[in-house]
């Protein structure tokens, strides 16, 4: 073998060596991808068998608080089209019978008409009220009449019903927040912490009775429209509307549909929208996951969701500063006037 030959060869040696290990990562690349595809397809096999066996309404007792009017009556409205006898509780006595007869329009056969006497299999807590103001313009009065409906006001109820829902091994407990009870906003400091409360109380008791196949949902609908929001708009700092219009106004109706359908299949949150899937994701924490599906989603969408965020809440700091400025620039013009 000549001189060139073997210079020849030993060049083709290192570069057939060299191009494997050029190629290396793109092979290791590919074996990780068809890991995780394997590893993903698993995941959906096996998730059937970890979620929840749905809830048929048709049949089953649903006990809904705060059920004369807004959501409440909405989704009283939406699980009795669904075949369920329906307890309204509320405190109006005139709307809890205006709403009675609006219900009773959806029934799907006689029966439903009649009262049902029996354990519930599922508990709606929807009592609740809303208020706004600036933290030091709230009276004390405020933040204890706030714990004592949105927060106290969901803990009797279901204290009454969970020894019957664990004897039974079944039923479903609903918890409705707001996607203020997910992120503290201007205006709403006596109305947030009791919205938050909510979820505390949901991640506890979720532990407690999941061995007992009793799930829980929290749902953060956004602003809709209901009485209680008209009634809300009257005290709202201007820094809290034009921060609650940066999204839209969803129907009562909608919203229920949506509740009720994640209620039913044992979803621990229940969201509207895509502000409030991105909101749910971002606030997920050590919140329970009813799918392995769910859990996948929200790791990947972290931190994609969290960019967008601090958008939004660089625009909220900045509604907040103008108004400041305007405020401040209004009373300078009045002291010179």
Not at 42 to 54: A, T
Not at 224 to 236: I, M, Q, V, W
């Amino acid at each position: 073998m000549s001189s060139e030959e073997g210079l020849s060869s030993t060049i083709t040696d290192w570069l057939f060596i060299n191009s494997w290990w050029l190629l290396l990562p793109f092979i290791m690349l590919l074996v990780v991808a068809a890991f995780i595809v394997a590893f993903v397809l698993l995941l959906y096999m096996i998730s059937p068998l970890i979620s929840p066996k749905p809830l048929k309404l048709n049949g089953a007792h649903v006990v809904v608080t705060g059920g004369s009017s807004g959501i409440g009556k909405c989704i009283a409205v939406e699980c009795y089209r669904q075949g369920a006898f329906i307890t309204l509780v509320a405190r109006d006595e005139a709307k809890l019978l205006q709403a009675k007869k609006e219900v009773e329009k959806f029934a799907i056969n006689d029966k439903q008409a009649q009262e049902k006497l029996g354990p519930v299999d599922m508990l709606v807590n929807c009592a609740g009220t809303a208020f706004s103001g600036k933290f030091e313009e709230v009276e004390v009065d405020r933040f204890k009449k706030l714990m004592e409906v949105n927060y106290l006001g969901s803990v009797y109820p279901t204290r009454a019903v969970i020894t019957t829902m664990k004897e039974r091994r079944m039923g479903r407990i609903m918890f409705v927040s707001s996607q203020a009870g997910q992120i503290g906003l201007f205006g709403y400091t006596a109305y947030s912490p009791s919205k938050f409360a909510l979820r505390g109380l949901a991640e506890s008791l979720q532990m407690e009775i999941k061995p007992y196949n009793i799930y829980v949902t929290v749902a953060y609908p956004p602003d809709t429209d209901t009485p209680g929001l008209a009634e809300e708009n009257k005290t709202k700092p201007l820094e809290t509307r034009l921060i609650s219009e940066t999204s839209g106004v969803c129907q009562p109706d909608q919203v229920a549909k949506i509740i009720v359908r994640d209620a039913v299949q044992g979803n621990f949150n229940s969201s509207v929208g895509p502000d409030g899937y991105m909101l749910s994701a971002l606030t997920c924490g050590m919140s329970p996951v009813t799918s392995i599906t769910e859990g996948l989603q929200q790791i990947v969408t972290m931190g994609l969701f969290r960019t967008i965020a601090l958008f939004y809440l660089g625009s909220f700091d900045s509604i907040v500063r103008r108004c400041m400025i305007q405020r401040e620039q209004s009373k300078a013009a009045d002291k010179r006037e």
